[in-house]
């Protein structure tokens, strides 16, 4: 059985700083994806980052980083020099190959930046 | 390239009664799926079209169906409404099947049953 853990429930940062958003799984397939989506308050899900499970490379975007962790089975996502438009709601996604479409979300992490 | 857009955005409907949202993926994608958003349980995924099939199905009661059109424009049908079903319904769009085809959604039908 899939499942997804977000552990952080909410987290509130000032601007500018950096903030860490974790997210572990679970999967007894070798083949998957994980996905990081982002719900602002209107509450469409915006697509952020796709990853398979064979591809390990960190990536960054702008602001945005992902660190991509097999053996720990987690797959982070760091926004550097935090800004107010940064708040929203953060899932991260899991998808099995054999899965088709279906998506397993974790909880969520509620991300507060203030000014 | 217009986004996925859902119909009506909002809607307050009685228990006992039914609804019918409507979905409009991306064009060129061939994939629906439906998913459910509630405090209490999170994002829970409903079901899955491609090609006027459903190829999967979550854990929901045959309350909850849908099907899809043939030009991919999918719709969700809730019979005997219950106040628990009040919910976000968001859809997401593909090209195609698979978890190496990125779902996009919608802005979501938001859902009150009184």
Same mark, same amino acid.
């Given at each position: ?8 429930? *909410? ?5 500018? *700083? ?7 799984? *679970? ?33 960054? &975007?702008?602001?945005? &980083?992902?660190?991509?962790?097999? +053996?720990? &089975? ?7 020099? +935090?800004?107010?438009?940064? +708040? ?6 899991? &998808? ?20 | 390239?217009?986004?996925? /857009?859902? /119909? ?11 609804? /019918? ?6 064009? $060129? ?8 958003? /509630? ?37 969700? !049908? ?5 106040? $628990? ?15 190496? !085809? ?13």
């Amino acid at each position: 059985a899939q499942k997804v853990t977000q552990a952080q429930t *909410e987290i509130s940062v000032v601007e500018k *700083e950096d903030v860490t958003l974790d997210c572990v799984y *679970e999967t007894r397939d070798t083949t998957y994806y994980l996905f990081w989506y982002k719900q602002p308050p209107s509450g469409e899900l915006v697509f952020l980052i796709r990853r398979n499970s064979f591809d390990e490379q960190n990536e960054i &975007s702008g602001r945005y &980083s992902w660190n991509f962790q097999k +053996s720990t &089975s987690s797959f982070n996502f760091t926004i550097t020099a +935090s800004q107010v438009v940064d +708040s929203a709601v953060y899932f991260c996604a899991l &998808s099995d190959y054999n899965a088709g479409n279906m998506l397993t979300f974790g909880g969520g992490t509620r991300l507060m930046v203030k000014p | 390239k217009a986004g996925v /857009t859902q /119909t009506p955005r909002y809607l307050i409907k009685t228990r006992g009664q039914q609804v /019918t949202l409507s979905c409009s993926p991306i064009s $060129g994608h061939r994939s629906v799926s439906w998913y459910q958003q /509630t405090p209490g349980q999170g994002l829970q995924f409903l079901f899955e079209y491609f090609s006027e099939t459903q190829r999967n199905k979550g854990n929901f009661p045959g309350r909850f169906s849908g099907r899809q059109f043939s030009n991919s424009r999918s719709e969700m !049908n809730v019979s005997t409404l219950e106040l $628990g079903d009040s919910a976000l319904y968001l859809c997401a769009s593909s090209l195609a099947p698979g978890g190496s !085809n990125t779902q996009y959604f919608g802005p979501g039908t938001r859902l009150t049953v009184l």
